[in-house]
């Protein structure tokens, strides 16, 4: 996966957060990114958007300049492409209620 370290701001008074109220990762904007597939189910956990999927739940990364984070609410079923890791990159914007997750998917921009 290639992604750029760096730092990362998010416009306005902080954390992202779309109609649903819900927060979400962020990551330089490099418009890179590998296509694995997975389908799941938008949800929520302690104020963080993640992805209820197989039987798993990944925090969702998505690039600061993606704007799908911003009209997905709880229970839509998506397919996002990307890969899955199991601890964050250096240079994410980490909203607070995202910070301690074990599971991560970076999604790939446009997938």
């Keep these: 996966m290639?992604?750029?370290a760096?730092?990362?701001?998010?416009?306005?008074?902080?954390d992202p957060a779309g109609e649903s109220g819900l927060t979400w990762i962020t990551m330089p904007a490099t418009?890179?990114?590998d296509s694995a597939l997975v389908e799941g189910?938008?949800?929520e956990q302690d104020g963080c958007m993640v992805l209820d999927h197989g039987g798993s739940r990944?925090?969702?990364i998505f690039e600061?300049?993606?704007?799908?984070?911003?009209?997905?609410?709880?229970?839509?079923?998506?397919?996002?492409g990307g890969s899955g890791s199991g601890k964050a990159s250096a240079g994410l914007d980490m909203?607070?209620?995202c910070d301690g997750a074990t599971s991560y998917w970076y999604v790939a921009p446009g997938a």
């Design 41 to 43: 189910t938008i949800a």
């Design 95 to 97: 909203p607070e209620a």
């Design 64 to 80: 600061v300049t993606d704007p799908r984070p911003e009209t997905y609410a709880v229970g839509d079923a998506v397919r996002l």
């Design 31 to 33: 418009g890179m990114g």
């Design 6 to 14: 760096g730092a990362v701001g998010c416009a306005g008074s902080g």
């Design 2 to 4: 290639a992604l750029a």
């Design 58 to 60: 990944s925090h969702l």
